[in-house]
């Protein structure tokens, strides 16, 4: 009994201290912290999925950082499922733009004429849907301010080491990354590997090797300029190998030059096929 009685004493002061560095007499434990969040962050989480309609908006009902240059997408609209759509930004007011579908057929976006106002709430409205299931929504979020890149330095692009890159007679000048192979594709039909290169050390530009490493095709890309997202598309009727193409080294008039081209077409730069 005596032991008992002991043993139920260090139970009852163990409760006791890590009741007091909880803070919470009744070990709330299952609740959670209720302190509020850092400073530096949003006060609640947000979600992109309009309730009841199986929409998905970017940016975010209730988001607190979208890009003066933000355009406004509903994702989950059948083909022309999608009207009306009004934008009104507090201090800007209403917004013209256009309507592009989105090319597998499952939403749309909405690109404004005008960016919006750092630091002013947008709303906006639109119609969902077709016949008797159209619905009207209506969310709205806020512009941030976005971060400057003026003092931003450089990536740097260094001489590659001897090593890591391999050269051809037939490439004068090309000093193209070695590609290493260590576990073989369990497909052996799947196909050779595209990727690109960059920023880092070396000459940048959109490869092609095969499934053991060797190269098929590599673009040497001038200086300053890094290549992303190397893919086969159809184009014209053809398919071509496309990429992205940036800048990343070169003044900066040249680099929003080359970045404003690439976003305002919206296009990827077609890349001339492989010759041998």
């Known amino acids: 009994m005596r032991k008992l009685v002991i043993t139920l004493g260090a139970v009852v002061l163990a409760w006791a201290v890590l009741a007091a560095a909880l803070g919470s007499p009744s070990l709330r434990l299952a609740g959670g912290s209720k302190s509020p969040s850092p400073s530096c962050l949003p006060g609640g989480e947000t979600t992109a999925a309009l309730p009841d309609t199986g929409v998905y908006v970017s940016p975010a009902p209730g988001a607190l950082t979208a890009n003066p ?98 050269s051809f007679y037939t490439l004068p000048g090309a000093r193209v990354p070695i590609l290493t192979v260590t576990t073989a594709d369990r497909d052996p039909a799947a196909g050779d590997i595209f990727t690109t290169n960059g920023p880092g050390p070396g000459q940048y530009g959109p490869l092609i090797y095969t499934p053991s490493g060797r190269l098929v095709w590599f673009q040497r890309l001038t200086e300053g300029q890094t290549a992303e997202g190397l893919s086969v598309q159809a184009y014209a009727g053809r398919r071509v190998l496309t990429c992205g193409r940036a800048a990343c080294s070169g003044s900066a008039s040249a680099r929003a030059k080359t970045s404003s081209w690439i976003l305002a077409t919206g296009r990827s730069r077609a890349c001339p096929a492989p010759t041998g």
């Open 69 to 166: 240059r933000s355009q406004i997408s509903f994702l989950g609209v059948a083909p022309g499922g999608l009207r009306d759509v009004a934008v009104a930004g507090e201090r800007s007011g209403r917004h013209r733009g256009r309507v592009l579908a989105y090319s597998q057929g499952d939403g749309a976006s909405f690109l404004p004429d005008a960016p919006f106002q750092t630091g002013e709430r947008v709303d906006v409205g639109a119609l969902v849907g077709a016949g008797a299931s159209v619905r009207r929504i209506a969310f709205a979020f806020r512009v941030d301010t976005p971060y400057s890149t003026a003092k931003t330095k450089l990536f740097p692009n260094p001489q590659a080491a001897p090593a890591d890159y391999q």
